[in-house]
């Protein structure tokens, strides 16, 4: 009989991967599984919402009801900070980082955490998928001390381990290390998630692009051009146009599918829509990971070096020869 390797079992047998196995990180990455189940839970009642009480209201127990991303939030930094494995958090629903002390107040733990709680969160009101990103590094300023901005601006490429959990017809949990990509899938039934998509992998090429291409007309020259070749009769062209509006979704069918999703600068949002520390480099980082590729347009994500927080930057990640093809086009209006 084939053996089910729970997420638990996977995170604790691959410990030894880590360059400095002192645990902390498979610690973080439970809690991340942990604090998941519990949104999933919560994300999963959201239709029963005109039973239950809307967000704001008080519901038919008397408790108050959260909007769901701050719910989201909520159950996440406290999972993290109750354990005590981090030493900071950034999230989009914060404005600025949340400093976190160790054990006796001391500032002694080594990881810092970015997180999207529940991205896509317009498409909970509609029964579509939402999910959850996060990036973890270790930082940089010396172990003892409150973190500071530096330790949350770290270009991407020092990542030590990024995912997403999607909140689809299945919740799945996805993420790296650095050694590949694997997918877990939940069974509600048992709360457990067990690895179901070992080793992802884009397909180098695809036919599926992911845009909202309602803003075509404020779109950049060079995205243009390609949305034109995209639609071109010629080769296994014209693409399939598949756009969900919920990032992770968008980008977890490309990845099995073979695509590319976009999300370019326009007139409307210059510097793009998505936050670069927690949406697009772990994002990057995942596409890498699995033979994909991910840029700004000209550039890797991964090697931006940021500035803000809340910076923003354009992005298209996917299927590698889809990106190079963007790519070129972008080139002729650098
Ligand atoms: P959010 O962080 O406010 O939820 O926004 C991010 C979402 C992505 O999941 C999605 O790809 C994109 O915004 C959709 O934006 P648009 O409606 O402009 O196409
Ligand atoms: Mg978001």
Known sequence: MQKHITLGEYIIENQKD?????????RLLSSIRLASKV??????????????????????????????????????????VNREIVCGIASEEEDDYVIIEGKNRSHDNKYIVLIDPLDGS?????????GTIFSIYRRVTPIGNPVTKDDFLQPG??????????????????????????????????????????????????????INEGYYVHFPQGVKDYLKYCQEEEGNRPYSARYIGSLVSDFHR?????GIYMYPTSSKSPQGKLRLLYECNPIAFLAEQAG???????????????????????????????????????????
């Open 18 to 26: 880590f360059q400095y196995s002192s645990g902390e990180l498979s």
């Open 39 to 80: 949104v999933n839970h919560e994300v999963n009642k959201a239709g029963l919402v005109d039973i239950l009480g809307a967000a704001g209201e008080t519901n038919i127990q008397g408790e108050n009801q959260q909007k769901l991303d701050v719910y989201a939030n909520d159950v996440f930094m406290k999972t993290l």
């Open 254 to 258: 490309n990845m099995i599918k073979g």
């Open 122 to 130: 317009s498409n909970i009101d509609v029964n579509v998928s939402v």
């Open 292 to 334: 994909g590729k991910a840029t700004d347009g000209y550039k890797r994500i991964l090697e931006i070096k940021p500035t803000e927080l809340h910076q923003r930057v354009p992005i298209f990640a996917g299927s590698k020869l889809m990106v190079d093809k963007l790519e070129e086009f972008m080139a002729k209006y650098p």
């Open 157 to 210: 490429n020092l990542q030590v381990a990024a995912g997403y959990v999607v909140y689809g017809t299945s919740t799945m949990l996805v993420y790296t290390t650095g050694f590949g990509v694997n997918g877990f899938t939940l069974n509600p039934a048992t709360g457990t998630y067990y690895l179901s998509h070992p080793h992802m992998q884009f397909p180098d090429d695809g036919t599926i692009y992911s």
